[in-house]
């Protein structure tokens, strides 16, 4: 922690990404980040490929997050929930020709990417060590910084219910609730929402595509560009969803598979997958999804990959014979 300081100080133009697809936490960091170099003067550009999702589109500055860049000169990237660099999406290449990488994670597979790294696997979420690191710079919290925050804990713990839920996640939240944080203003932006008629929709089809492997030890749970044109839904609507196949009686591991909208097509059947997996706890998915490239935490992981859809199907279910 404080090797990194110097580098955030001393730097004065800086980009700051997290991953595509990004979930609470790596929007929370993102901003919570871009707000702290605010508080020390510096020139930033927070940048996520994918849109923001409309129930993280409350936190303060999400509007500020742009989905392109150009080689600006910048002279830092901080590089915030990403296990691997390419998580960050299309701009890798404009991000390698930075010349320094901060790489701030807390993914067990974190492959150690750039030039200096922060990397805490026991911290509940990347907004946890960003608030270290705010701490440990002296900077003041503010309501924005303390919302962002809390967001973090709170959508990577899954409202303080998951595995990595540690104390940090509480005394954080509490301090920031005392920062003028309101735990139910949050909660009704992120989880109080209604739902568009299609992302029912698509539950039902989600819902109808679950397959058990014969030992019953795993589920899958599939997604086709077909079901989202259909019920006219998008990524975002597919939060939550893998959570339904891991609630099954004796399911050890729940994996969704989901094609990608942007995938390259090769041939007719030959495309670009996403496959998240989950598991209860008995099961390590994070060496899984690394063996397929991918990576994440011993209980949510993921990793894409350029395949059919049979052949996919067909190695998960294999999974299915070693647990
Ligand atoms: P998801 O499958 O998108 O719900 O992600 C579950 C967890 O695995 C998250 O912590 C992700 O950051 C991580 N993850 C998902 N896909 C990848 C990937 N291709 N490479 C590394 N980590 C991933
Ligand atoms: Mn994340
Ligand atoms: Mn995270």
Same mark, same amino acid.
């Given at each position: 922690m404080d090797q990194i300081i110097p580098y955030l100080k001393n730097s004065d133009h800086i980009l700051v990404a997290s991953h595509t697809n990004p979930d609470g936490d790596a929007i929370g960091s993102l901003i919570a980040m871009g707000l702290c170099f605010d508080a020390l003067n510096k020139k930033t550009t927070l940048y996520n490929e994918s849109p923001i999702p409309a129930v993280y589109r409350f936190l303060p500055a999400a509007n500020r997050v742009v989905r392109n860049i150009k080689n !600006?000169?910048?002279?830092l990237a901080v590089i915030l929930?990403? %296990? $691997?660099? !390419?998580?960050? %999406? /299309?701009?890798v290449s404009t991000v390698r020709q930075i010349p320094i990488i901060v790489n701030i994670d807390h993914h067990v597979t974190n492959t150690g990417f750039g030039h200096i790294q922060l990397i805490d696997t026991s911290a509940c979420a990347t907004a946890e060590i960003i608030y270290r690191l705010i701490k440990q710079m002296d900077i003041p919290f503010d309501k924005a910084i303390a919302t962002s925050i809390y967001t973090g804990i709170l959508t990577d713990t899954g409202s303080f219910r998951f595995s990595n839920t540690n104390r940090a996640a509480f005394s954080i939240c509490q301090e920031m609730v005392g920062l003028g944080v309101d735990p139910y203003d949050i909660a009704q932006h992120v989880y109080g929402g209604t739902y568009s008629l299609g992302r029912i929709k698509l539950l039902n089809l989600a819902l109808d595509s679950i397959k058990i492997s014969n030992n019953g030890k795993l589920s899958i749970m599939t997604l086709s560009q077909d079901m989202f044109n259909e019920t006219h839904t998008q990524a975002e609507d597919v939060d939550g969803l893998i959570n339904y196949a891991k609630r099954i009686?004796?399911? /050890?591991v729940a994996a969704l598979i989901q094609e990608n909208r942007n995938g390259k097509e090769n041939? /007719? $059947?030959f495309k670009r997958f996403h496959v998240s997996l989950r598991s209860d706890g008995t099961v390590d998915v994070a060496s899984i999804a690394a063996s397929f490239g991918g990576g994440g935490h011993s209980i949510a992981a993921g990793f894409s990959i350029e395949t059919t859809l049979s052949d996919i199907t067909s190695q998960i279910l294999k999974l299915a014979e070693k647990i």
């Open positions: !600006q000169n910048y002279d929930d990403c %296990g $691997d660099l !390419q998580r960050i %999406g /299309k701009a009686e004796d399911v /050890k041939s /007719k $059947d």
